[in-house]
């Protein structure tokens, strides 16, 4: 430690007349310490002061430079040591150098820079705001011949791509054709798997996604899918899931899925077809959760639908209710939930069989598939008066969404579980579906949802509710009376919060609880013709009107 010791105090004396042959001896003998024990090494070289001096040394034009710079990036190697090279006013001066033509001082730079913000956000926004994005990317274009400059690119690209800021300056460069075109020269797996862990998180934002589809990269992803697809080493794998689930993170942005689906007749669109009947689950997950996302627009689904996709999916599905791959049952119920959305695929798809498949998963215990398979089913009944009468008296359905609707860890299983259960009665209009929800224990669940902060929810449980009440009240009422209806549609009532709509059907579904003496009888100890009156005036129209009959209702049964 002697001779670091009097190393640096010949440093502090030649960079004050900036002697060349010195200044290097004395850098020599630094580089030397911090490779036999860099951590004490650095803690010298703080205590002495040096330092501040070490701007001064960042010359682009002196040969010295670049070892000044290797000094720096290993110090910066030690967390203790970043703060200290900050607060000496380093990271100006090293984004300067960024701009030589000298490929070692570029090297050693990009160390410094890289190890001084290694894990620090506020330093890395701090790099993007000085506008060193443009700057590394132009470097990658013009060097990309040179391994070690490239490496250096890739990682602090992948350091600085995590930030969301970083997405705009990104979007505005080539860094798409640049990166696209160092993957095609590749032939080494690590080489791939850096350039990998760039895309992945420049390809969440929509448009460096339309970039990289014009850029090539999808072409390069399902080479990557052809060489590996049948692999059995651990970077075949590990590439197929990469590449897999890269092509389907391009798919979530509207315009570059848009454009790969091409009218249903793009090329790409057809070779992710085929992978849903792969004997691959990485292939069949990516395969499905890529219709998912292609099945975004109506003319979407409908050009897939009448293609025959449904068939492919339930062939999946029914390969995996005994291999029981959740993933790939998750990914496939979420592709035929979507399909289901436009009114013109519903009957085409129950008369595919759609349900059955879906209703073989009903015995699944994993919360993921259990969403998707109420939404799917959902989505199939609306406005299909038939399959919700089907569906609606099958006991074990209707046992099951009244055990889910209690499914407190789960809030969106147990969200969607009572909203199937609404739409049953809602499209149905049945009462032997009524009787089947009544006796399955379904009433009380519908109550509790009239109650729920989503307003859409909270209707959907009023009309089906109302409808419970026009069909067969009788059975209810002993369930209406248990789960306090009425006293939850004063509240609803009261609540000057509540919309016109959760009024209004509050309204009707009073009235037709009069038929029944119970009810009948808590409905005038509440004093709801207090409420009902003042809605008179509400300014919505239908619910003034609806006031006016429901009083007039009360009165004459009071």
């Not at 391009?250 to 090329?267: R, T």
């Not at 003319?299 to 449904?310: K, P």
């Not at 569906?391 to 359905?397: A, I, W």
Request: a negative charge; glycine letters at 6%.
């Amino acid at each position: 430690m002697d001779n670091l010791s009097e190393a640096l105090e010949k440093l502090k004396l030649a960079s004050a007349d900036s002697t060349a042959d010195s200044t290097e001896n004395c850098l020599d003998r630094l580089l030397k310490a911090l490779a036999n024990n860099n951590t004490e090494a650095s803690m010298k070289i703080q205590e002495t002061g040096i330092l501040p001096l070490l701007p001064t040394l960042l010359n682009p034009q002196s040969s010295c430079t670049p070892k000044v710079a290797n000094i720096i990036a290993e110090m910066a190697k030690n967390e203790f040591m970043r703060s200290p090279c900050v607060d000496a006013g380093l990271i100006p001066p090293l984004i300067q150098l960024l701009s030589s033509s000298d490929q070692e001082l570029l090297l050693q730079t990009g160390r410094a820079l890289g190890n001084i913000c290694y894990d620090s956000h506020s330093l890395q926004a701090q790099l993007i705001n000085m506008g060193v994005i443009p700057t590394l990317v132009k470097l990658l274009g013009v060097h990309s011949h040179n391994t070690a400059l490239t490496e250096m690119c890739l990682i602090a690209f992948g350091n600085l791509a995590e930030l969301e800021s970083s997405k705009e300056q990104f979007a505005s460069t080539n860094i798409a054709e640049e990166l696209v075109r160092l993957f095609q020269k590749q032939t080494e797996h690590e080489k791939k798997e850096m350039i990998f862990e760039v895309l992945a998180p420049l390809a969440e934002n929509d448009v460096i996604k339309l970039q990289l589809v014009e850029a090539g990269l999808v072409e390069c992803l399902l080479d990557v899918v052809a060489q590996t697809v049948d692999g059995e080493r651990e970077e075949d794998v590990a590439q197929l899931k990469t590449a897999s689930d890269l092509m389907v993170l391009l798919l979530l942005g509207d315009e570059s899925m848009q454009k790969l689906f091409e009218g249903g007749k793009g090329s790409v669109f057809q070779r992710v077809l085929s992978w849903i009947p792969s004997h691959n689950h990485q292939l069949q997950l990516a395969g499905a959760l890529a219709i998912a996302n292609f099945a975004r627009n109506d003319g979407n689904c409908i050009h897939m639908v009448d293609t025959g996709i449904v068939q492919k999916l339930l062939e999946l599905l029914d390969r995996h209710v005994e291999e029981g791959n959740v993933t790939v049952q998750h990914a496939a119920l979420s592709a035929l939930r979507n399909l289901a959305i436009p009114v013109v695929n519903k009957s085409k798809m129950l008369s595919a069989g759609v349900a059955d498949v879906v209703l073989k998963f009903l015995q699944s215990e994993m919360p993921p598939v259990q969403f998707k398979l109420l939404g799917t089913l959902r989505m199939l009944i609306d406005t299909q008066a038939e399959a919700a009468d089907q569906l609606g008296t099958n006991r074990k359905l209707v046992e099951r969404l009244v055990e889910w609707c209690e499914a407190k860890d789960h809030a969106g299983v147990m969200g969607e579980s009572n909203r199937l259960l609404s739409a049953l009665i809602r499209h149905s209009k049945s009462k032997e579906v009524v009787r089947t929800v009544i006796q399955g224990g379904g009433v009380k669940h519908l109550v509790t949802m009239a109650t729920s902060e989503h307003m859409i929810m909270q209707n959907e449980a009023l009309v089906a509710l109302g409808l419970i009440a026009a069909l067969d009240l009788v059975a209810a009422e002993k369930d209406f009376v248990g789960a306090s209806l009425v006293s939850v549609l004063h509240k609803l009532l009261s609540d000057e919060r509540s919309a016109p709509e959760i009024k209004y059907n509050s309204m009707i579904l009073i009235c037709a609880l009069m038929g029944s003496e119970p009810l009948h009888q808590e409905v005038r100890s509440l004093a709801f013709i207090d409420v009902v009156s003042k809605l008179r005036a509400h300014e919505n129209k239908t619910v003034s009107h609806q006031a006016s009959l429901t009083e007039q209702r009360l009165t004459a049964q009071s």
